[in-house]
Every structure is written in C-alpha cells, then in structure tokens.
C-alpha cells in the first residue's frame, strides 16, 4: 500500500490514544470532523494536483486557506503579507507538487511548512521585531485571545480536529514552555530573541524549547502520519 | 561536549526554525555531511508536521479564495498573456528588420538594376551607332610590341561617334591616352582614355560644339603634367574622314 493510501486509511481508522490529548467533548469524533476530508478525496488530491487538475487546486484552497491565513497572520500581524505569503505557498504547491516530499509529511503540512517558512523569510528579511516588541508589550492579551478555544461552530472547518489536537497539546505545556514555544514557532523568533523579549537566559530559552517541543511530538506523535 | 553534540542539541531548533543566521547555515552545510542528523531532522520535521494547525484559523476575506485561484492556475497563463505581446513586438521589430533588410536588398537590386539598365543602355546605343554608321574609320597601332587598333564608327544622322580602342597596354602613369578632333578649325580635344590591354575601351561622343565640322581624328599619348588644347605628345594614329 502506497503511504498515502496507508496513511489515509490510518487516518479513517483513527482513534484518540490515552496518552495524547482528546478532542474537545462537543466537537465531532476525528473520524467525521474532517468534513470533506474523505480518504478518497485526500488521495485523489495529490493525484490531480499532479496531473494538473485545476479543481482539485479549487479544492485545497477551500480547505487549506483559512489554516494557511491564520499562520501566516499569526506570524507576521499583516493580513496584506499573510496573503502573499499564502500565495506563494499554494503557486509552489500548484506549479511544483514534484517537490512534496512525503516523508516529510504530506501535502497540507508541506503547505503549512512552505507558508511558516515563508512567513519566518519575512519576518527576517524585513526585520520587523521592532515592531514585534511593540506587540510584545501587549503580549497578554493576546496570548489570551490565542489560547482561547473556538466555539463549536468553527469544528464545520475541514481539519478542525487536527487544530484542537494540537491546541490541547499546547495547552498541556506549563507555561513556561509555552511561552518561548509560542514565540519560536508561532511567531518567529529566534532563540536570543525570545530570551531577550522574556528576559531569561539565552540557555534557558533552549532548554525550556527543547523540553515543550520533546512533549509536543510525544503529543502529536499519534498523527504524524497523517497525510493530505 | 564534542563538535557533533551541538547539531544534536539543536536539531528541534533548526527544524523549527528557531536558530540564528548563522547557525542555521551551519547545521544546512552540516546536513550533507551527516547521515544521522538528516534522518533525525526529518523524523522531527514529520513529528512536528501537524503544529502549524496550532494557531487559529483565520477567515479569508471576501475574494481572496478567488484571487488565490486565479494567480495560481493563471500565473504560468500570464507569463504566457506577457509573453504574447512580447512576441507580438518581437515578430514587429523582426517583420521590420526583415523589411529594411528588403528594402536594402532591394535598394542593391535596384541599383544593379539601373547600372545594368544603363550598360545595356551603353551597349545598345554602341549597337545603334555601329549599325547606323554611315562611315567606319580604322587604323592599326603598334606599340611596344603590342599590336592594337582604333575603329571609328560614324553616324552622321545623330552626329554621335563610337570609338573602339583595343589592343594597347595600359599608359604609364606619367602620361596618357588623348582622342582628339581634327576640325576645320584646327584640333579639338576630346575625351582621355584608359586603356587595358586585356579589353578593348569603348567610347560614344558627341561632335564638339567649337571648331567647326570635324574632318578627322587622332589618338596621342600626352605627358599628364602638361596639358594643352593642342597634342604634343606622340601621335599613335591619324584618321581621316
């Protein structure tokens, strides 16, 4: 069985292990919540894009764009940037989906890859942390508004399941993990950065990384496989 | 600690992009190098594959998803739309290069053309003289072992002469070949000649308009630096009509 068969059925027989963190109790069982996310239709996906179906790139864009957008927004607080950067992401996808390397993931994580990668690109090439300190001021707030989860509406969104997963790995992180963590891969520091905006040693930041990103893939490990 | 430690310490960093510049460029030039990190790296990055879905969602604005359609399927589409103009100019400016390059050929064509036009012009106006010539006037000439002539065809309708020289080496350079009128009042000078022994010269003329009827003619080798109206060099051939 080809792996993205073999992952796509794995996907449909997939069931919350005791170890990793469960869905939210109102949102649907991770077998249904994919709405539109079929074995079929994930598998053909790839297929067509590779033998240049404009419908399937129709397709990926109604179910990745809003996941692409949040990431790319999260990172670089410009909805102007967040939308070229995703852009980019789905013109690389469309002219060449001969460089998915799907043992590195499968195609909406090599979306995900491209578009932070992007997004981190300009974060560094424009060297906006100026004004990421300015928003580290209100830093809060809006960590708040981060964490806060959505309300059962939002879990009609295709991969809204695979979001609440890894927000309840989040979650589960101490705060002092989740800090740099947020910092680093949510918005695009680097190391020293991170430990100078919180004020902590340089070698504390990569040990407190290194711990919330060790939990992190034991937590997400039960959908590495997971491929779109 | 020794030098690999470091790589393996940071693997999750460079995965998540977390290093500096430099160390970034550090573990990218070591990758290549390093089986065991390559394997690692990419077990994390499938690991961690799914953490972008971490952040929140965001809600496209209106029209976006159809401007994302739109750029990626017609990106390659506009490349081409650029690159129909641009060969659109390119067929332009080659249609034109193509036209002035005509238009030279055609410039050279028609040049030729006209220089053909007026030798065969020349030549039939020879024709016409030596047909209609009423009196035909030859004289040998030999000189410095070459033997030459003169052939003087009249035409006493158009009062027009064609003169053939052929057979005489080329002048020296200090002197040259001069045709004269003989009239009643006196010798006339007419054209100069330049001979070449391999062809014979060819010569259409007028009666000259000074010196009254013409009664003859004679063909000198004057000296170049002394011209004069009348001949003092040495007559090479006399003819009388």
């Known amino acids: 069985m080809r792996p993205l068969a073999l992952a796509t ?3 449909h027989r997939y069931r919350v292990p005791d170890h990793a963190p469960r869905p939210r109790p109102d949102s649907p069982a991770p077998a249904r919540v994919g709405h539109g996310l079929t074995a079929e239709r994930q598998s053909s996906l790839y297929r067509r894009l590779a033998a240049r179906d404009e419908q399937a790139l129709v397709e990926l864009i109604d179910l990745a764009t809003p996941w692409l957008l949040g990431v790319a927004q999260g990172m670089l607080s410009d909805q102007d940037e967040a939308e070229e950067v995703v852009q980019e992401a789905f013109t690389i996808v469309w002219n060449r989906i001969d460089l998915l390397d799907e043992q590195a993931g499968g195609l909406l994580p090599w979306l995900l890859r491209i578009t932070r990668n ?12 100026r004004q990421k300190a300015q928003r580290l001021e209100a830093y809060g707030a809006l960590g708040e508004s981060w964490t806060a989860p959505r309300e059962p509406d939002e879990s009609a969104q295709p991969g809204w399941h695979v979001h609440e ?29 991170i430990a100078e905006r919180l004020g902590i040693p340089l070698g504390t930041v990569k040990t407190r990384l290194r711990l919330g990103f060790d939990k992190l893939r034991a937590a997400l490990a039960p959908i590495k496989d997971w491929v779109l | 600690m020794n030098p690999h430690d470091w790589f393996v310490e940071h693997r999750v960093a460079f995965v998540v992009r977390n290093l500096e510049a430099a160390e970034e460029k550090s573990f990218q030039q070591h990758l290549p190098v390093c089986a065991e990190c390559r394997e690692e790296t990419t077990r994390l990055a499938r690991e961690l594959a799914w953490l972008p879905m971490g952040a929140e969602p965001a809600t496209p604005r209106p029209g976006f998803k159809r401007q994302l359609i739109e750029r990626a ?21 080659l249609a034109l290069a193509v036209v002035a390059q005509e238009r030279g050929r055609a410039g050279r064509l028609l040049a030729e053309k006209t220089s053909l036009q007026n030798q065969l012009d020349a030549i039939r106006d020879t024709l016409v003289i030596i047909r209609n010539a009423n009196r035909v006037l030859q004289a040998d000439i030999r000189m410095d072992g070459h033997d030459g002539g ?15 020289v052929h057979g005489l080496p080329a002048a020296q350079s200090n002197q040259v070949y001069q045709f004269w009128f003989i009239t009643a009042g006196g010798m006339v000078r007419g054209a100069q000649l330049h001979l070449d022994e391999t062809r014979p010269a060819f010569l259409t003329m007028g009666m000259p308009a000074e010196g009254g009827a013409v009664m003859g003619a004679a063909l000198t080798l004057e000296p170049m630096d002394r011209p004069s109206s009348q001949p003092q060099g040495k007559q090479l051939a006399h003819l009388m009509l």
């Open chain 1, 9 to 11: 059925a794995m996907m």
């Open chain 1, 118 to 129: 992007r997004a981190i690109d300009r974060l560094r090439a424009r060297r906006r942390q």
């Open chain 1, 165 to 193: 997963m890894v927000h309840s790995a989040l979650k589960q992180l101490p705060e002092e993990q989740l800090a740099p963590v947020r910092l680093a891969y949510f918005e695009g520091y680097t190391q020293s950065e």
């Open chain 2, 73 to 93: 399927l017609h990106g390659r589409r506009r490349r081409w739309q650029w690159m129909v103009p641009a060969l659109a100019a390119a067929g332009v400016l």
């Open chain 2, 150 to 164: 003169i052939t003087i065809f009249a035409d006493e309708r158009t009062h027009r002469w064609n003169v053939v």
